[in-house]
């Protein structure tokens, strides 16, 4: 059992940044792999960004590619999601989660999702 616990997230203009952090509790972190999903009002839940348990290894939807950075820290049993030159399209709720699968694209695939955390980009 893995819980996730994510953090960071707030109002921030077009063209801003914010860090979302995501941690994790229970089972070792270092076992799975990570990923950041969003999901917009009326819209399905998509995959934003994934990265391995080496960290060496990472994966980012088309739409965020350039503008977005996820890392992890182990030692702290953490993963971030560095965001730059948000848009109006990136307006959705956050999740991360904890999967066994190499840089998993499909939601179903990860076994554990934090709350989520709330990300407005403003005009």
């Known amino acids: 059992q893995v819980q996730l616990v994510e953090s960071g997230g707030g109002v921030v203009q077009v063209g801003g940044s914010l860090r979302l952090s995501c941690t994790a509790s229970?089972?070792?972190?270092?076992?799975?792999?990570m990923g950041w999903f969003r999901q917009a009002p009326g819209k399905e839940r998509e995959f934003v960004a994934a990265?391995?348990?080496?960290?060496?290894?990472?994966l980012y939807a088309d739409s965020v590619k350039g503008r977005y950075t996820i890392s992890r820290e182990d030692a702290k049993n953490t993963v971030h999601l560095q965001m730059n030159n948000l848009k109006l399209d990136d307006t959705a709720v956050y999740y991360c989660?904890?999967?066994?699968?190499?840089?998993?694209?499909?939601?179903?695939?990860?076994?554990?999702w934090g709350q989520g955390t709330q990300v407005t980009v403003s005009s």
């Open positions: 229970g089972d070792t972190f270092s076992n799975y792999d």
């Open positions: 990265i391995s348990t080496s960290g060496d290894m990472t």
């Open positions: 989660a904890a999967t066994l699968t190499l840089l998993e694209t499909v939601a179903v695939e990860y076994a554990y």
